[in-house]
């Protein structure tokens, strides 16, 4: 809504992040209301597994080092079904440099091919300095 003439327009929301996490954790919305139901959105969002600059969405950007605004993709969760009251949650994630698939109890070894093709509803990825200089997060 316009703020000088009180009228619904279109509009864009936004916002800035002040300091970036080691661990950001993007959650995509997959379930849309309608007036009585909920429905699951099946659309597939792409993403990158290297090289996530998240420095446009920094308050003040001059101020991070050129590596701590990059993020690599660790795990990927994904819901299985066509509701929200029913389903399945599998996930992707990477270990020493290979992908897995972990279904219950059930662990598969897997490529990047397929984890990038996965219908992402969680998204977990680690800053790279992080990532490259420490194993504590």
Not at 97 to 109: I, P
Request: glycine residues 6%; positive net charge; proline residues 3%.
């Amino acid at each position: 809504m316009c703020h000088k003439c009180k009228k619904k327009q279109k509009s864009t929301k936004k916002f800035w992040i002040q300091k970036l996490p080691k661990v950001l954790c993007l959650h995509l919305k997959r379930f849309h209301w309608t007036a009585y139901l909920r429905n699951k959105v099946d659309t597939y969002v792409e993403f990158p597994l290297r090289g996530l600059d998240m420095k446009c969405y920094l308050l003040e950007p001059e101020n991070s080092g050129p590596e701590s605004c990059l993020y690599d993709l660790a795990a990927v969760v994904v819901h299985h079904g066509s509701g929200v009251g029913s389903g399945h949650y599998t996930a992707y994630a990477t270990h020493e440099g290979r992908w897995f698939h972990f279904n219950d109890s059930t662990v598969t070894l897997t490529d990047e091919d397929t984890v990038v093709k996965a219908k992402a509803y969680i998204l977990f990825y680690v800053e790279r300095q992080a990532k490259a200089g420490s194993d504590k997060l």
